[in-house]
């Protein structure tokens, strides 16, 4: 069975830095691109970017370039987003996702990684 | 970009009854491939969004046969043929012909 386990929820200041991570199993995950969609509370689904765990390649929504870092461990099967400098609009759930062989849909999804930064 | 908007926002339902969500596009999003690159997502109370729907009508592996996508270029739906209370939740619906970009999202809940 396909599944994802995000880590816990983050409480940060403005300005501090950010490593969240989405452990997968059940296939190969060094096969399937990995991607990062964005909710901020009571709003809709923001589409963030996409790596290849297999060779690091990455596609950043041009909202989202230069604001986050998208990396991934083979070694562990986990994929990691990070932060160098949270903004009090970062704030929001952070879900990973597989992208299926073939189509650049979302086909399995973490369980989603609370971040609030507030000073 | 690419601008996708779904109507209606707001549906409530009646259980056993038919019901439809629409989702236009700014640009078509037929590809020379031959597919359409339309996805539904449903995102039920508390949990994470789960693909329904696949290049406009391909359902996804799990998904009860009452849910089914149609439409080609800019327009699209997604029908339930009869809705029953688990279905409840936001249905947003995704184009993914260039950077992916969501629809505002339609609330379905039981009349």
């Known amino acids: 069975e396909v599944q994802f386990v995000q880590s816990g929820a983050e409480v940060k200041k403005p300005g501090e830095s950010l490593k969240i991570s989405c452990k997968g199993s059940g296939y190969h995950f060094a096969n399937y691109w990995i991607g990062w969609v964005r909710q901020v509370p009571g709003k809709g689904l923001e589409w963030m970017g996409v790596?290849?765990?297999?060779?690091?390649?990455?596609t950043y929504s041009p909202s989202f370039q230069g604001q986050v870092t998208m990396s991934a461990d083979k070694s562990t099967n986990t994929a990691f987003l990070q932060w160098n400098s949270l903004r009090a609009s970062d704030s929001a759930t952070y879900y990973c996702?597989?992208?299926?062989?073939?189509?650049?849909?979302?086909?399995?999804w973490g369980q989603g990684t609370p971040v609030i930064v507030s000073s | 970009d690419i601008v996708v908007t779904q109507s209606p926002l707001s549906l409530p339902v009646t259980p056993g009854e038919a019901a439809s969500i629409s989702c236009r596009s700014s640009?078509?999003?037929?590809?020379?491939?031959?597919?359409?690159?339309l996805d539904w997502y449903l995102q039920k109370p508390g949990q994470s969004p789960q693909l329904l729907v696949y290049m406009a009508s391909i359902r996804a592996a799990g998904v009860p046969d009452r849910f089914s996508g149609s439409g080609s270029g800019t327009d699209f739906t997604l029908k339930i043929s009869r809705v029953e209370a688990e279905d409840v939740g936001v249905y947003y619906c995704m184009q993914a012909l260039q950077t992916p970009t969501f629809g505002q999202g339609t609330k379905v809940e039981i009349k």
């Open positions: 790596m290849h765990p297999g060779d690091s390649r990455t």
């Open positions: 640009q078509s999003l037929l590809d020379s491939d031959g597919y359409n690159y």
């Open positions: 996702a597989r992208r299926p062989v073939g189509a650049p849909s979302l086909d399995y």
